[in-house]
């Protein structure tokens, strides 16, 4: 069987390769797979292969014609694919901008899996997913990543080529796989064009970013399940609100439109993520045998404006308002019935915003009152102490969340109980290289004993996940402001099932 690193070895050199693999008998001057391949949402039986073939990825339509494009694929258990188990054509439309979603079925459980795909004469690079055990099985071990908020005009994705060489079964992308900034300065790099508004500017921010070799290989190497947070649309939204230019709610549902159908287009994600007009059904779940239920979260598309006017601010009453919400009544009431269903071992709430309600005084012994994080849980309490009293008593309930641009690790409370334990992934790019210990993570620590780890450098997390116990690694890079960053292990947090705590490893 072909080792993880020896496949991302191969990988890379294909990524380097490639465009000249078939270059005599192609009908292209350049690269059509020039944003790679992809994979996502793997089952017991199957999972999604993705590409899009833009040959001049940065132009309008990606350099293509305004014509349909057959494209072939293949899947198979060995990467010279002389074991071919899965093949077909599909069409790559311009609608779509060239992109390619193919479903895969009919596939072994529990094992890995090589796909590629060929257009015009040209062949794809490689790319490796493996499918999940079935939903009856009792797997001794599940490793997984989870990373996101990816700027690139933060620094370099040095995390993702690291990333690519960890042995996973899958991972999991809380969301800011682009930003939707203008170019600013200073930066590593700079984004080409302005502010995002149309679904083409949206299209060619999302080739920027998938042109990137380190990106390429981390997609290569894994299936991922994909979420989004904010910068996918605009920073901060809420619903049909966001409050960087002001549109009014019919407006906002057009931008936010584009953004969803440019999201897709660029995603490894499944037809029931397709985009209904300026909606997109962005919660779902997934098993991991008895071991892992999964639940990701949308806490974007569905929740109330932020409290206060948002910010980092003192509590108004309307944090504690009935009817604010930061997740549906629909995914409330069907992530309850996931956690109480007792399906797995562990129960993972994969999402995006900070859970616990971190009181962020620099200094809590002068301030006047409790300083909340506004566009997190916390601006949406009356729901989060639902959810977390209905956490209570299981004891089994791992959230694992991005956004904050920080490592953190922490416990949840009910009424003074810890229920759950939440893992706060950095980004891996997004405000530069950051340090071990920001200036304010003494004062942190001090005014949230529920708070047992922060960090500000950036990289990703792994999970060991057995039976009866958790571990989560934090791995850090000593800079990401120029290429060729040292990855090291900052933290190892262990978690018994059973006993909602944290212990260092």
């Given at each position: ?227 989004l947070d904010d910068h996918e649309v605009r920073n901060n939204w809420a619903g049909d609100f966001e409050d960087e230019d002001k549109a009014p709610p019919e407006v906002f549902r057009l931008h936010r439109q584009a ?247």
């Amino acid at each position: 069987m072909l080792s993880r690193r020896r496949f991302v070895a191969m990988s890379t050199a294909a990524l380097v390769a490639a465009p000249g693999i078939l270059r005599a008998q192609s009908k292209w001057r350049a690269q059509p797979f020039s944003l790679g391949v992809a994979s996502g949402d793997p089952s017991p039986d199957g999972f999604v292969i993705w590409t899009r073939i833009a040959p001049q990825p940065l132009e309008p339509h990606g350099g293509m014609p305004m014509t349909v494009v057959p494209v072939a694929w293949e899947v198979a258990t060995d990467e010279a694919f002389r074991s071919v188990v899965a093949q077909g054509s599909a069409v790559a439309r311009p609608e779509l901008a060239h992109s390619i979603h193919v479903e895969v079925a009919g596939l072994k459980p529990d094992r890995p899996y090589f796909y590629r795909f060929e257009v015009g004469g040209e062949r794809s690079g490689l790319g490796r997913a493996c499918t999940f055990p079935l939903a009856t099985a009792t797997p001794a071990s599940l490793r997984l990543g989870v990373a996101g908020c990816q700027d690139y005009q933060g620094g370099y994705f040095t995390a993702f080529r690291h990333l690519a060489a960890e042995d996973l079964a899958f991972v999991f992308h809380y969301g800011d796989y682009i930003y939707e900034y203008g170019p600013d300065s200073p930066t590593v790099r700079a984004h080409v064009g302005d502010v995002l508004m149309s679904l083409d500017d949206y299209r060619r921010r999302y080739a920027q970013y998938k042109s990137d070799a380190d990106l390429q290989r981390a997609h290569a190497a894994h299936a991922f399940f994909m979420t989004l947070d904010d910068h996918e649309v605009r920073n901060n939204w809420a619903g049909d609100f966001e409050d960087e230019d002001k549109a009014p709610p019919e407006v906002f549902r057009l931008h936010r439109q584009a953004a969803f159908q440019a999201w897709y287009e660029h995603m490894p994600v499944r037809r029931a993520q397709f985009p209904v007009g300026s909606a997109i059904q962005l919660y779902r779940g997934a098993r991991f045998g008895n071991l892992a239920r999964l639940d990701f979260l949308d806490t974007r598309q569905f929740r109330t404006n932020q409290p206060c006017d948002d910010g980092y601010k003192i509590a108004c009453a309307a944090v504690r308002s009935p009817r604010a919400h930061i997740v549906s009544a629909e995914e409330e009431a069907w992530l309850t019935r996931n956690l109480q269903r007792r399906a797995a071992r562990w129960n993972v709430v994969a999402q995006q915003v900070m859970m616990m309600a971190l009181d962020w005084r620099e200094r809590p012994d002068a301030a006047p009152a409790k300083t909340l994080n506004l566009d997190s849980w916390a601006g949406y309490e009356v729901q989060r102490q639902r959810l977390l009293a209905r956490m209570g008593g299981l004891d089994d309930v791992i959230v694992l969340t991005g956004d904050e641009h920080r490592n953190y690790a922490g416990l949840l409370h009910d009424r003074e109980r810890p229920v759950a334990v939440e893992f706060v992934g950095t980004s891996i790019s997004s405000d530069g290289d950051g340090d071990d210990m920001p200036s304010t993570g003494p004062a942190l620590l001090a005014a949230n004993p529920q708070l047992k780890l922060v960090n500000n450098q950036r990289g990703y997390l792994t999970c060991d996940v057995t039976p009866d116990e958790w571990r989560t690694n934090y791995m850090v890079l000593d800079r990401v402001s120029s290429p060729g960053g040292t990855l090291s292990k900052r933290a190892t947090f262990a978690v018994e099932r059973g006993r909602p705590d944290l212990r260092l490893a």
